[in-house]
């Protein structure tokens, strides 16, 4: 039996290893032309690891949108995302 609760937290699993990225902090968006590159779906999370993975490269600062969700001071990110949030390359 499915409850609504389960249902929203798969909204925040990872597609490929299936962490909820809503407990590891790992909640960010990314501008479109690099979230399109790794990822069919308008909607969807991956964590880091796997959209780092599938994008073969480490993220950067430009690959960040502006949005509040991003800013270091919102919310609590988890160490890897606020490095990649300061990183330039
Ligand atoms: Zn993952």
Redesign the pocket.
């Known amino acids: 039996m499915a409850s609504t609760r389960t249902k929203n937290r798969n909204a925040f699993l990872?597609?490929?290893?299936?962490?909820d990225t809503g407990k590891t902090s790992e909640y960010y968006m990314l501008i479109d032309k690099v979230w399109y590159a790794v990822c069919d779906f308008e909607r969807g999370m991956?964590?880091i690891?796997?959209i780092e993975t599938r994008l073969g490269r480490k993220l950067t600062k430009k690959d960040f949108t502006e949005c509040f969700l991003n800013k270091l001071t919102f919310g609590a990110k988890s160490a890897k995302l606020v490095n990649r949030l300061g990183r330039i390359a």
């Open positions: 990872c597609m490929d290893c299936k962490v991956l964590c690891d796997c």
